[in-house]
């Protein structure tokens, strides 16, 4: 039976990866835009961002714009790698096909 990545089956997480991989300029997305994709409030993303950066999935990187702080995040390849990682074994789980 294949183990699915607890950092990312978390369902706030799994949302989050699931949307950085798929959307954003050059595979980042501002935090407001995320946050606002997702419906998640602030505290609760920045909650779920940290364990996705811990683990090396996504970076947060603060700037300045004009006057205005902008935080992007982006999934980073290892985060890539996981994510095509997880897909695999919950379609193996789902299915009950696993790899050859």
Do not use: Q
Request: without cysteine.
């Amino acid at each position: 039976m294949p183990d699915l990545d607890p950092v990312i089956h978390a369902e706030s997480r799994l949302r989050a990866i699931t949307t950085l991989n798929e959307v954003g300029d050059r595979d980042r997305v501002a935090f407001t835009k995320l946050r606002k994709i997702l419906g998640m409030t602030a505290g609760n993303l920045s909650t779920h961002l940290r364990k996705l950066e811990d683990a090396g999935y996504v970076s947060v990187t603060k700037t300045i714009e004009g006057r205005t702080p902008a935080t992007y995040v982006a999934i980073t390849p290892k985060g890539k790698a996981a994510y095509a990682e997880y897909r695999i074994a919950l379609t193996e789980l789902l299915t009950g096909k696993e790899r050859p």
